[in-house]
């Protein structure tokens, strides 16, 4: 038997929703964005419990700003699997785009994330 096979596991850790989202959204950028903000708000109505998010991401360079459009684009539409959520509305509420002195695009959006379950 070595050492390796008696040596004890790391425990796994959970990733909360919040994380799952983030992860989420990076894909939906195909990776190009980086997070600048990010705020969450509990929210709920006589029936649905969950949590409001509001994300500014950056887009830096002619690569990213091109993968930032499609993300602006794509997230209204977008079906999202975040285990134990169900995203009921996504959307992008403004856009800055500069060219001068490089390339970028900030995307601020919202979206409301409903408890499932």
Request: proline residues 5%; aromatic residues 0%.
């Given at each position: 038997?070595?050492?390796?096979?008696?040596?004890?596991?790391?425990?796994?850790?959970?990733?909360s929703a919040t994380e799952?989202?983030?992860?989420?959204?990076?894909?939906?950028?195909?990776?190009?964005?980086?997070?600048?903000?990010?705020?969450?708000?509990a929210w709920a109505s006589i029936t649905f419990a969950g949590t409001r998010h509001r994300v500014s991401i950056l887009f830096a360079g002619d690569q990213a700003v091109a993968a930032g459009e499609q993300f602006v684009a794509r997230l209204p539409e977008h079906e999202f699997a975040i285990p134990g959520q169900l995203v009921a509305d996504a959307s992008v509420v403004e856009v800055e785009h500069r060219l001068v002195p490089s390339p970028r695009l900030v995307v601020q959006c919202e979206l409301l994330l409903l408890e499932d379950g």
């Open positions: 038997m070595s050492d390796e096979a008696s040596a004890p596991r790391a425990p796994r850790t959970r990733r799952r989202l983030r992860q989420a959204l990076s894909g939906l950028g195909e990776h190009h964005g980086q997070v600048l903000t990010h705020s969450e708000n």
